[in-house]
């Protein structure tokens, strides 16, 4: 009964989702022939697909994998550009079908009704990475790695197919490294508070250790404050008291980690890197700024949550008024010393970022101090909605990860705040279906708008003799 619930809602979900995609995808594919970075990605997808896997542009900075796993066209199909594109599209549906699977794990629900599926459904229609899924980009692809490797780490699946696809993540964007170690990083760190048996900010050290078994009342979550107190008891005890907590599938974990770890150093040593290709574009530059967009980021596609908690953030604004001016201050010397400007971002306007850019960062000298209260705001918003999940063990790998892949880089790409982002939308408390459905609708209303600008507003470069369009 359940069963047979579960896979006809799902069957409907997936049914709708691709059938209104592959209507968009179409039009997509008679409009234009090569959108932007696919100038690069496709030649080079043609060429593995054709069996020529020498060829290498030297333009492009990931990894193969995009295009090793397209080779596959050629087992079925012709290699052309719609095919390879098509490998995007199901790569989302499957992306579909990870999100209903994880959050079945991570939220536990009874009865499988709708907002189940649409919460899913919320998830694969992200407004930028709905759009590329449906052209040629690495972005759909990575993603689905990604998800694919937590979905088997949590659920304990057979360490080779962990580490495959850790592997295949990594091929897809070197950066994924970060959050295939954001797991093992979250799950060490919590064994290590909770192995130092911090109780309500009680630091006991007991001279005989019981045998590892997490009965007593523990604390849902931890702070700052325990991680000191647990890191003091560890020192004195030698880790002994850490090591004792872990469990045989801890060790089979840090090894599969410590492999892909290894793996990757050995390849950024070799390759004397972490980029391939043109280096020169991506040097790497300290970008704190980019934090704050991702904070916008948030803003904008959790508009529905935001609006609903909207009196409850004030509140806590105002129950910790100096700590709230406080963050102010450092974030206008922030912006104010540390706000970088890629030559692209000025001159490439086929992205939204040059529109917001334009009309509002560039245009006023007051705009990027003006803009601060919002992020702050915003980052208590977080704060708020995250609720009791905002435990140390978590916030702080999440927060470095995040700041490794995001604030060492001067371009702002929409494109790198998807993983981020996903990661803190699954780990919100379950939403409600109000703001579900309202999301949906939001989703639904971006995603027209910017389908309807892409198809019908054609932007001239003399450099090209296609006209171009406007994307995320
Ligand atoms: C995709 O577009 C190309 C070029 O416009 C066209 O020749 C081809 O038939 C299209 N493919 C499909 C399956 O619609």
């Known amino acids: 009964m359940q069963w047979n619930t579960y896979y006809n809602f799902l069957f409907i979900t997936v049914a709708v989702y691709f059938a209104i995609s592959i209507y968009i995808f179409n039009r997509l594919n008679k409009t234009i022939d090569i959108v932007i970075d696919e100038q690069f990605h496709i030649p080079q997808g043609k060429a593995y697909c054709e069996g020529n ?14 295009y090793l796993v397209s080779s596959a066209v050629k087992l079925i199909s012709e290699c052309t550009t719609y095919n390879l594109r098509l490998v995007n599209l199901i790569a989302s549906v499957v992306n579909l079908l990870l999100f209903t699977s994880i959050i079945d794990l991570i939220y536990n629900y009874k009865k499988y009704r709708c907002e189940f599926f649409l919460q899913a459904l919320n998830l ?20 689905m790695f990604l998800l694919a490797f937590s979905k088997a780490t949590i659920s304990n699946y057979n360490i080779i197919l962990i580490f495959i696809l850790g592997v295949f993540s990594v091929l897809m964007r070197q950066t994924n490294i970060v959050w295939i170690l954001l797991l093992i990083t979250r799950r060490l760190l919590f064994i290590y508070l909770v192995s130092s048996r911090v109780y309500k900010n009680a630091y006991k050290a007991e001279k005989r250790y019981k045998p590892p078994v997490f009965t007593k009342k523990i604390k849902s979550h931890y702070n700052l404050t325990d991680l000191y107190y647990a890191t003091r008891l560890h020192l004195s005890t030698y880790f002994k008291v850490f090591f004792r907590f872990l469990i045989p599938r801890d060790w089979v974990m840090i090894f599969t980690h410590a492999l892909l770890l290894g793996s990757f150093m050995g390849f950024v040593y070799w390759n004397g890197s972490i980029v391939l290709g043109d280096k020169s574009a991506h040097e790497a530059v300290l970008h704190i700024p980019q934090m704050f967009y991702f904070l916008i980021f948030y803003g904008v596609f959790s508009l529905p949550l935001i609006l609903s908690n909207f009196l409850p953030t004030l509140k806590l604004i105002n129950e910790s008024k100096l700590r709230f001016v406080l963050l102010l201050v450092l974030f206008n010397i922030i912006v104010h010393y540390n706000t970088l400007v890629h030559p692209y971002l000025l001159a490439d306007n086929r992205h939204y970022t040059f529109y917001v850019w334009n009309r509002w960062f560039g245009k006023y000298d007051f705009a990027i ?9 915003l980052l208590y918003s977080l704060y708020y909605n995250l609720n009791y999940q905002n435990c140390i063990s978590f916030l702080l790998p999440y927060t470095v990860g995040t700041f ?13 705040f998807f993983v981020p ?22 989703y639904l209303a971006l995603n027209a708008l910017t389908f309807y600008i892409f198809f019908h507003k054609e932007v001239k470069w003399t450099d090209f003799d296609y006209s ?3 994307i995320w």
């Open 369 to 377: 101090y003006a803009s601060t209260p919002i992020y702050a705001f």
């Open 404 to 416: 490794i892949v995001l604030s060492l880089q001067k371009m702002i790409e929409i494109r790198y």
């Open 53 to 66: 896997f020498t060829h290498w542009d030297n333009k492009i900075t990931t990894l193969p994998g995009l």
């Open 421 to 442: 982002y996903i990661i803190i939308k699954l780990r919100l408390k379950r939403p409600s279906t109000k703001i579900i459905v309202l999301e949906t609708i939001w």
């Open 124 to 143: 694969a229609m992200l407004p930028p990475l709905y759009f590329f899924s449906h052209i040629y980009y690495t972005d759909t692809m990575s993603l």
């Open 468 to 470: 171009q369009r406007i």
